[in-house]
């Protein structure tokens, strides 16, 4: 039987609660940055012609993984790159007023 006493949180010392909070507080940023990518990438692909839509999806399927993957999108579509900080611009914005 779990009583009040004998909640998890009790029972973690202070730096394990720091710990998960901040991998929460991870998460939760990656999260964010998945969404706002998502929506610079539709707003691209709108944009964009077929042709270049498709080199666009293939390029990130292939490049993902790499350790400079903004570096070399940016370098390659500098365009959705523009239309990705206009998207993170106005996430902060909205943030912002908000809180």
Avoid at 69 to 94: H, N, R, T, V
Wanted: proline letters at 3%; a negative charge; one cysteine or more.
């Amino acid at each position: 039987m779990i009583t009040d006493n004998n909640k998890i949180g009790d029972t973690q010392s202070p730096s394990d609660q720091s710990a998960v909070q901040g991998e929460v507080e991870q998460a939760f940023a990656e999260e964010v940055g998945t969404l706002v990518f998502q929506s610079a990438l539709m707003k691209y692909l709108a944009i964009t012609p077929e042709e270049t839509s498709r080199e666009f999806e293939s390029f990130i399927n292939l490049n993902v993984g790499a350790e400079n993957f903004f570096e070399i999108l940016c370098e390659k579509y500098p365009d959705f790159c523009e239309l990705l900080d206009e998207e993170m611009k106005a996430f902060q914005s909205e943030v912002s007023s908000i809180l």
